[in-house]
């Protein structure tokens, strides 16, 4: 039952992107600005919430013994999370949605690889963070719910869905077949269970410092959201839509964390 649990839980927002990716089979124009906007924010909503709910306070409940010095851990982890993305960001090249300039190291990869990467970059903090999640719940060592590590998995998984189709959809219109285009924004989530469980392998090793894998995980998603996602979804066109999805959000990742930890 439990090998049941993992499984679903870190395939849960793999399906997501693909079922997301799987829209280039429906949509014939490329999403709006509008659209991606409000599909950006609605996931930066969820990404601060489940950082914030799922992963840094559980982290400082559990170093709760330690007193003032409770948030030692969840800093010490936070910061491992940032290092770590801003490194993968720093060397890895990349390309963002509607950027003219790569980032990272100097390549000669397609323009299409360097977003791909870059979908995959954001993908990998995600995968993480469901991984360490149920590590603490299968460990039951650490104050996880199967019901907080099943909302965490969810919650990604619904911010998954309009992220699969900005990335495929963009392919499509660049002239890429609907089965390659759906193919391609499947890959960039195939990551996030594989990085998972990777997590998972790691963090039952070194039970003991789950406090500092839990806020890694959150350190990493919030490098996300504050360097792409909220830039993306505020260029342009000044709109409030973003800012409005992202309330939206992280109500809902909110509430399936209470609701269902």
Same mark, same amino acid.
């Given at each position: 039952?439990?090998?049941?649990?993992?499984?679903?839980?870190?395939?849960?927002?793999?399906?997501?992107?693909?079922?997301?990716?799987?829209?280039? @089979?429906?949509?014939?124009?490329?999403?709006?600005?509008?659209?991606?906007? +409000?599909?950006?924010?609605?996931?930066?909503?969820?990404?601060? +919430?489940?950082?914030?709910?799922?992963?840094?306070?559980?982290?400082?409940?559990?170093?709760?013994?330690?007193?003032?010095?409770?948030?030692?851990?969840?800093?010490?982890?936070?910061?491992?999370?940032?290092?770590?993305?801003?490194?993968?960001?720093?060397?890895?090249?990349?390309?963002?949605?509607?950027?003219?300039?790569?980032?990272?190291?100097?390549?000669?990869?397609?323009?299409?690889?360097?977003?791909?990467? !870059?979908?995959?970059?954001?993908?990998?903090?995600?995968?993480? !963070?469901?991984?360490?999640?149920?590590?603490?719940?299968?460990?039951?060592? %650490?104050?996880?719910? !199967?019901?907080?590590?099943? %909302?965490?998995?969810?919650?990604?998984?619904?911010?998954?869905?309009?992220?699969? %189709?900005?990335?495929?959809?963009?392919?499509?219109?660049?002239?890429?077949?609907?089965?390659?285009?759906?193919?391609?924004?499947?890959?960039?989530?195939?990551?996030?269970?594989?990085?998972?469980?990777?997590?998972?392998?790691?963090?039952?090793?070194?039970?003991? @410092?789950?406090?500092?894998?839990?806020? @890694? +995980?959150?350190? +990493?998603?919030?490098?996300?959201?504050v360097e792409e996602l909220i830039p993306e979804m505020s260029e342009g066109e000044h709109s409030n839509i973003g800012v409005v999805m992202f309330a939206l959000g992280f109500t809902v990742m909110m509430a399936l964390d209470v609701a269902l930890g």
């Amino acid at each position: 039952m439990v090998n049941r649990e993992l499984f679903w839980g870190l395939m849960i927002p793999f399906i997501g992107t693909s079922a997301g990716a799987a829209c280039v @089979f429906f949509m014939k124009d490329q999403l709006g600005s509008k659209v991606q906007k +409000a599909l950006t924010g609605f996931a930066s909503g969820v990404m601060t +919430a489940a950082s914030i709910w799922s992963l840094i306070i559980p982290a400082m409940d559990q170093s709760a013994d330690l007193g003032r010095w409770a948030f030692a851990p969840a800093v010490g982890g936070f910061w491992l999370g940032i290092l770590f993305l801003l490194f993968l960001d720093t060397f890895i090249p990349h390309l963002h949605m509607n950027a003219d300039k790569p980032e990272g190291s100097e390549s000669h990869l397609s323009r299409t690889v360097m977003m791909l990467l !870059a979908v995959t970059l954001h993908n990998i903090p995600e995968g993480m !963070a469901v991984g360490v999640v149920y590590a603490g719940y299968l460990s039951h060592q %650490a104050d996880i719910t !199967a019901g907080g590590a099943l %909302a965490l998995a969810l919650g990604i998984a619904i911010q998954n869905f309009p992220e699969g %189709a900005i990335i495929s959809m963009p392919l499509r219109a660049e002239g890429k077949s609907k089965w390659r285009s759906f193919w391609d924004g499947v890959l960039t989530g195939a990551v996030e269970p594989l990085f998972g469980f990777l997590t998972v392998v790691a963090s039952r090793l070194i039970v003991p @410092f789950m406090p500092y894998m839990l806020s @890694f +995980a959150a350190g +990493a998603m919030l490098y996300v959201v504050v360097e792409e996602l909220i830039p993306e979804m505020s260029e342009g066109e000044h709109s409030n839509i973003g800012v409005v999805m992202f309330a939206l959000g992280f109500t809902v990742m909110m509430a399936l964390d209470v609701a269902l930890g």
